[in-house]
């Protein structure tokens, strides 16, 4: 979905696509789990799934209704870290560890948000332009919370 540009769509269209988004990251997230043997990184990879899983539900539901539940509720970005400029980008294995899992799960976030990011850049103004926000903030608060469990777990003070 790289190729998205500053186009707006229609509400249908725009959530159809955020739909396509998240059901893609939640498979990701499914064969990362069918492959990786350890529990710890196991149990964060699931997680990040369920959250995948709770953003295509609410996606779904706003098509029945017409409009995305929760108004404005959360639209202003998380600061994060950016610790996807930082770690390697690798697929993982049956031996990958919560580290590797953790790193995962960062880069498939940060590959959300700049998807959101653009979505939302390019409907700006337009009705779905809030959607997308909303969805590009949901998606920094778990970068954020993915960053700061990497940063508890990895990164020691000097």
């Known amino acids: 979905m790289s190729d998205q540009g ?9 959530v159809e696509m955020a739909i396509k988004m998240e059901e893609e990251g939640f498979r990701h997230y499914l064969d990362a789990i069918r492959k990786v043997k350890l529990k710890g990184a196991r ?10 899983l709770d953003h ?3 996606l779904e539901k706003s098509l029945l209704e017409g409009q995305m539940a929760g108004g404005d509720a959360l639209t202003r970005q998380i600061p994060t ?56 903030a949901d998606e920094t608060k778990h970068l954020q919370q993915l960053e700061d469990m990497y940063e508890e777990h990895f990164m020691t003070e000097n």
Do not use: W
């Open 6 to 14: 500053a186009v707006c769509y229609t509400f249908e269209a725009a």
């Open 81 to 136: 870290m950016n610790l996807g400029y930082v770690l390697a980008k690798k697929e993982l294995r049956a031996d990958s560890d919560t580290r590797e899992a953790l790193a995962y799960a960062i880069h498939l976030e940060k590959g959300s948000i700049d998807f959101y990011k653009r979505m939302a850049d390019g409907c700006a103004g337009a009705p779905m332009g809030g959607i997308f926000a909303q969805m590009l």
């Open 43 to 52: 149990e964060i990879l699931k997680e990040a799934a369920v959250d995948e």
């Open 56 to 58: 295509k539900c609410s």
